[in-house]
């Protein structure tokens, strides 16, 4: 903790010997965050900006309503939305002033943290649109023998399934700064897009309970039914298809307003 302190100390010392102006800031970016920021203006022309945010409700769901996406993926689209709980994100602009508007690019890494039940996974339109009518019905009957007091003996398909996806978004903004009058209080107003450049999935679960649906699905199940549930209980293969959802799809618009408070001008 002393050290943080002696950092961000360190820092706002540095800023306010080399910066013409150093704003502190805080707002809303529709439809990702809730923010906070340090803003550091070079000189006239120039100026740079740090920001740590939360991803929680509602933007957790409203994230995924301004992405879009073709029809045939809507199903992948809604089960990453439902999955979503939460998550943080860093950013860093560059901006260039001209009066009170200025344009510049912003860089983020986002993470995004979900959790699910083996059971909503395994039901969810994600999984059973890529299953056959008739794998269904046997997958189905597989289920309601897992459901069973026997089968729940053996496997306890509420067992949580976590994903972490991190992103890397690139992109462009514009926006205007309005300055009260005799304050140091002031207000932006920008909008801006990112496109993603990377992302990046990462799932826990109890790799022995899948291997023990695995066995239970070889030994009472035969043909193709049996190796659809082993796929779609590797959960590894599902991260790689989240990160193409968002490597493919992931451009994020915002509208960003928020509120600044001058720490230092020269």
């Known amino acids: 903790?002393?050290?943080?302190?002696?950092?961000?100390?360190?820092?706002?010392?540095?800023?306010?010997t080399y910066s013409q102006e150093v704003k502190l800031f805080t707002g809303t970016d529709f439809p990702l965050q809730h923010y906070v920021g340090i803003n550091y203006q070079h000189n006239d022309r120039f100026s740079a900006d740090l920001s740590f945010g939360l991803v929680t409700s509602?933007?957790?769901?409203?994230?995924?309503?301004w992405i879009n996406v073709p029809s045939r993926l809507e199903s992948r689209k809604d089960f990453i939305q439902d999955f979503t709980n939460d998550g943080s994100v860093l950013g860093l602009g560059l901006n260039v002033h001209k009066n009170k508007w200025y344009i510049?690019?912003?860089?983020?890494?986002?993470?995004?943290?979900?959790?699910?039940?083996?059971?909503?996974?395994?039901?969810?339109?994600?999984?059973?649109?890529?299953?056959?009518?008739?794998?269904?019905?046997?997958?189905?009957?597989?289920?309601?023998?897992l459901r069973s007091p026997i089968g729940r003996l053996l496997v306890d398909l509420e067992d949580q399934v976590s994903i972490e996806t991190n992103l890397i978004q690139l992109g462009l903004k514009v926006g205007r700064q309005i300055q009260f009058k005799d304050s140091k209080f002031s207000m932006n107003v920008e909008l801006g897009i990112t496109a993603n450049i990377q992302a990046t999935t990462k799932t826990t679960y109890d790799q022995?309970?899948?291997?023990?649906?695995?066995?239970?699905?070889?030994?009472?199940?035969?043909?193709?039914?049996?190796?659809?549930?082993?796929?779609?209980?590797?959960?590894?293969?599902?991260?790689?298809?989240?990160?193409?959802?968002?490597?493919?799809?992931?451009?994020?618009?915002?509208?960003?307003?928020?509120?600044?408070?001058?720490?230092?001008?020269?």
């Open 104 to 145: 510049g690019i912003q860089g983020q890494h986002i993470q995004l943290n979900g959790s699910s039940s083996y059971n909503e996974i395994i039901n969810s339109d994600f999984v059973q649109n890529d299953l056959a009518p008739g794998e269904k019905q046997l997958l189905d009957s597989v289920l309601n023998i």
């Open 58 to 65: 509602p933007y957790n769901n409203e994230l995924y309503d």
């Open 208 to 266: 022995a309970l899948a291997s023990q649906i695995e066995v239970f699905a070889q030994n009472f199940v035969t043909g193709s039914n049996s190796n659809q549930l082993i796929e779609n209980l590797d959960f590894e293969q599902q991260g790689e298809l989240v990160n193409e959802f968002f490597e493919d799809y992931g451009f994020i618009p915002s509208l960003r307003v928020g509120v600044a408070y001058r720490l230092w001008k020269k």
């Open 1 to 16: 903790m002393n050290r943080l302190l002696f950092f961000l100390a360190s820092l706002l010392y540095c800023l306010s």
